[in-house]
């Protein structure tokens, strides 16, 4: 596989991801804002991953996309983010 075709598949896997998570927390919760800020910080680098994709700087665009994931893992992970059934995409249920 070459860096292009992961930088792709590592971008739309996070798309998909971003479709299922759902914030775990009530909205008057500290920790719903926490949850924002972790989608946030997902979609914040899968923009970043476009960019760099578009410009031809590929090791920058997996880079970004892998920290995309790594956002909406690690909050599955602390139970900030609810994964909605989908047991297969995060580290809590492997």
């Known amino acids: ?16 991801a971003l479709e299922f998570v759902k914030i775990s927390p009530s909205k008057e919760s500290f920790l719903s804002k ?3 800020d972790f989608i946030d910080m997902c979609n914040n680098y899968l923009n970043d ?16 996309s892998s920290y ?22 995060f580290t809590q249920y492997s």
């Open 1 to 16: 596989m070459t860096i292009q075709e992961r930088c792709k598949r590592y971008m739309e896997m996070t798309k998909e």
């Open 34 to 36: 926490a949850a924002s």
């Open 49 to 64: 991953a476009s960019y760099f994709y578009e410009k031809g700087d590929f090791e920058n665009s997996l880079a970004a």
């Open 68 to 89: 995309a994931y790594a956002w909406l893992d690690a909050g599955v992970r602390l139970g900030i983010l609810n994964a909605t059934g989908d047991y297969k995409r």
